[in-house]
């Protein structure tokens, strides 16, 4: 079984600015008074209509327009981007947190890589779950999945 995503994440009200200032993206509410945006192909060609942006290290969909794009919109908050992706206990996770318009840490391991970007966010795990967990990310299994909840 496999587990794919790609998202924007961070507080409720700055992923509202941030659909806002797109006009575009689904908001997706998680526990602690996070959310997120899945970034799929469709939002891409929307803020990259003519494709010409670079891939940013070996992200599948961070680009150098996007990673702009979140930085004009978003200034001073503090967000991330993560990827995750696993197929067979095989994967890993890749994402960047951004605070003040700079990048505080960029993070890529297989297992335990989204806990760290999500402790960066201030995301608290209890006795029995981890931040991914507390988070509620493995609700879905792939982007799509979480683009189809509450349509």
């Not at 670079?54 to 979140?70: A, N, Q, V």
């Not at 890749?94 to 505080?104: L, S």
């Not at 840490?105 to 981890?130: C, F």
């Amino acid at each position: 079984m496999s587990y794919v995503l790609q998202a924007i994440l961070a507080k409720e009200e700055v992923i509202d600015r941030l659909c806002t200032e797109l006009k575009a993206g689904k908001k997706i509410l998680l526990e602690q008074g996070c959310a997120m945006i899945p970034v799929d192909a469709k939002l891409a060609d929307i803020i990259d209509p003519a494709k010409d942006s670079e891939s940013i290290d070996d992200f599948i969909m961070l680009t150098d327009t996007l990673e702009k794009t979140l930085l004009e919109s978003l200034k001073e908050a503090n967000f991330a981007y993560l990827e995750s992706e696993f197929f067979g206990g095989t994967g890993g996770h890749q994402g960047i947190v951004w605070e003040a318009g700079k990048r505080i840490s960029k993070v890529s391991e297989s297992y335990s890589g989204a806990n760290r970007i999500l402790q960066e966010l201030g995301v608290k795990r209890t006795s029995q779950l981890d931040e991914f967990d507390c988070l509620g990310l493995g609700r879905h299994r792939s982007v799509h999945d979480w683009l189809e909840e509450n349509p």
